[in-house]
């Protein structure tokens, strides 16, 4: 017998509306089901049996990461279906620089009201990037949080956990002067810098559900919204090739922060601002926001997602195994001696 909760609602938690949405959610979490999974939703903890054959010394990864003030967008334009992506994404793209194959992905929702059809369409994100990612979403937690939250708001985040053969992690220590670093595109913003976007756009008051001169009938909307990439196979393939030296996710800090948190010390990455493809998105945040170049690379991606180290001799072979993949890869620059971190030329 299920406790009908007409107390507990009263005071604002509707326990019913929690039983629909994991009953709504088990489908999507179904589809993301990969060998090694033994539970179902539902249960206390989600239950996964790896495999390491072939393995000599297996080493787990983890990664946790929200979608941030993005989630502000769903809200003003009544779209959920995609953040979930990005929650997935921002896991898991960090966890495969270090080589690391995804296994399992949880995640959490808190909202102010459970509204069972929002959560699912919430959860169908989830699931649509744990398929992207290769990976089995085995558990998660819906708190409905009235008096913390507003009715119609939510926040949103996760826990990935891969593996890796330790003689496979890659060794930033090997980055040499010289090296090349190769630039994997972005699909926009991602999930970074979105309280910078959201104050440059006055994103509250204005209408961002209409068409915006330039982006092919897309809203601001729509384009600030497209999800997160996820790199996972084409990550994962290279490192096959034995090619890769290091690899960066470009996410909150943008280049200054992260390229070289890929290179040793006394390393610099040398990037060609002439080479990097800006998307056009990026290029009406600088001019709407009035904002320097330095702020734009310190905040966002600009059209880089990833970046990858490798010898100049397998810069080619890198690039290759990466567009095999779809990633139209290509060189934004080197490494050099200097303790800038990064230099943009």
């Known amino acids: 017998m299920k406790n009908s909760g007409t107390g507990y609602k009263a005071a604002g938690v509707d326990i019913t509306a929690g039983y629909r949405a994991v009953e709504l959610i088990k489908r999507h979490a179904a589809r993301t089901a990969t060998p090694g999974v033994i539970s179902g939703i539902g249960g206390f903890g989600g239950l996964f049996e790896p495999d390491f054959t072939g393995t000599d010394h297996p080493v787990l990864v983890s990664g946790a990461d929200g979608v941030g003030t993005k989630l502000k967008l769903a809200f003003l334009t009544g779209r959920h279906d995609t953040v979930g992506v990005d929650c997935v994404a921002m896991c898991v793209n960090d966890i495969i620089c270090c080589g690391a194959k995804p296994l399992f992905f949880s995640d959490y929702i808190a909202c102010g009201k459970t509204v069972p059809e929002r959560v699912a369409e919430i959860v169908k994100g989830v699931a649509d990037g744990c398929v992207s990612a290769g990976c089995a979403l085995i558990g998660g937690e819906t708190a409905e949080m009235p008096g913390f939250y507003g009715e119609d708001e939510y ?191």
């Open 155 to 345: 926040d949103l985040a996760g826990f990935a956990v891969g593996a890796v053969d330790k003689s496979k992690i890659p060794d930033i220590g090997a980055v040499l002067s010289g090296d090349v670093l190769i630039a994997l595109p972005s699909s926009g913003a991602h999930s970074n810098g979105f309280s910078l976007i959201r104050r440059v756009f006055d994103v509250e008051n204005a209408d961002i559900n209409a068409p915006l001169a330039g982006f092919g009938g897309k809203s601001l909307g729509e384009i600030l919204l497209t999800p997160t990439k996820i790199y996972v196979k084409p990550i994962l393939a290279l490192f096959e090739t034995g090619a890769v030296k290091a690899v960066s996710h470009i996410t909150g800090g943008g280049f200054f922060e992260n390229i070289p948190r890929s290179l040793p010390a006394g390393k610099t990455a040398k990037i060609e601002r002439a080479a990097v493809r800006v998307p056009e998105i990026f290029e009406l945040i600088s001019k709407t926001g009035k904002l320097g170049e330095d702020e734009m690379f310190g905040t966002f991606n600009m059209g880089v997602g990833m970046t990858v180290v490798v010898s100049p001799q397998d810069a080619d072979r890198a690039i290759g195994a990466l567009k095999e993949n779809g990633e139209e890869a290509y060189v934004i620059g080197t490494v050099a001696e200097g303790d800038e971190g990064v230099r943009i030329c």
